[in-house]
């Protein structure tokens, strides 16, 4: 696969087939995806997988935990701004408000949402789920290397043919997570992320996410209007 085709079909998906990974695929996927880069290689990224009961177990506390304690969990990062702002805010509400649209939920219809928020906790279905913790005594430099970690699991899942998505919703539970796998006191947990064969039926799958064009988010300095681009080569 080349490497644009690996990003470009890389998407969130929200609904797995439920269809094992065999545990090699899983660590094959792991030790590519530690040839990510890393401020001094020190590699600040630790991982622990959950399939078959460990991963049920920790859903349904999960699920517990989500529907009738939610107030009394936080995460131990601060991933979004208290108030957000724009073009920011607009993105959000353009991603939530799509997701919905894409399985006929009314915007206004909360208990809908929130089942498909709570699906969160179940990994979407998918057979592995993978959890992403940072030792809390580095820095903030280490977010982006484990960022990098992070796109690099998604992207070697492309290459088995499986599919992704990162999920920022497990930080919030970190202490229920504590309970199930031996994450180190030191460690903050960062993400989870949804490992498995797409359901290419379900329409929460077939949602296309925009992105900006590249005018928009960068500037060229020092370049020569006519200066040849490779597709004008011959
Ligand atoms: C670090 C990270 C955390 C995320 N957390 C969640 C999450 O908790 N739940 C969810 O449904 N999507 C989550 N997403 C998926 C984003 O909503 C998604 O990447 C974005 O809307 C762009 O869509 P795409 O991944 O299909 O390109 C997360 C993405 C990232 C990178």
Request: glycine letters at 6%; proline letters at 5%.
């Amino acid at each position: 696969m080349h490497v644009d085709a690996a990003i470009r079909s890389r998407k969130s998906v929200r609904r797995f087939l439920p269809l094992s990974i065999p545990r090699h695929v899983v660590e094959h996927i792991l030790q590519v995806a530690a040839r990510a880069p890393s401020g001094n290689n020190v590699q600040p990224w630790h991982v622990h997988v959950v399939s078959g009961q460990a991963k049920q177990a920790l859903c349904a506390d999960l699920h517990t935990a989500a529907t009738t304690q939610a107030e009394q969990h936080s995460a131990e990062y601060h991933y979004y701004p208290d108030n957000w702002f724009e073009p920011y805010q607009g993105r959000r509400r353009a991603v939530g408000f799509d997701l919905y649209e894409a399985l006929g939920i009314e915007r206004d219809d909360l208990p809908a949402r929130n089942q498909q928020m709570l699906r969160n906790y179940q990994f979407f279905d998918a057979p592995v789920g993978v959890l992403i913790s940072l030792d809390r005594r580095l820095n903030t430099g280490s977010f982006m290397d484990l960022g990098m970690f992070i796109q690099n699991i998604m992207l070697a899942a492309r290459g088995q043919g499986l599919h992704t998505c990162a999920q920022a919703a497990f930080a919030w539970y970190h202490q229920i997570v504590r309970r199930h796998v031996p994450l180190a006191d030191h460690d903050i947990l960062v993400c989870g992320i949804a490992l498995g064969h797409e359901d290419r039926e379900a329409p929460e799958n077939r949602m296309e996410t925009p992105r900006e064009q590249v005018a928009n988010f960068a500037s060229f300095h020092g370049f020569h209007e006519r200066e040849a681009s490779p597709s004008t080569l011959a």
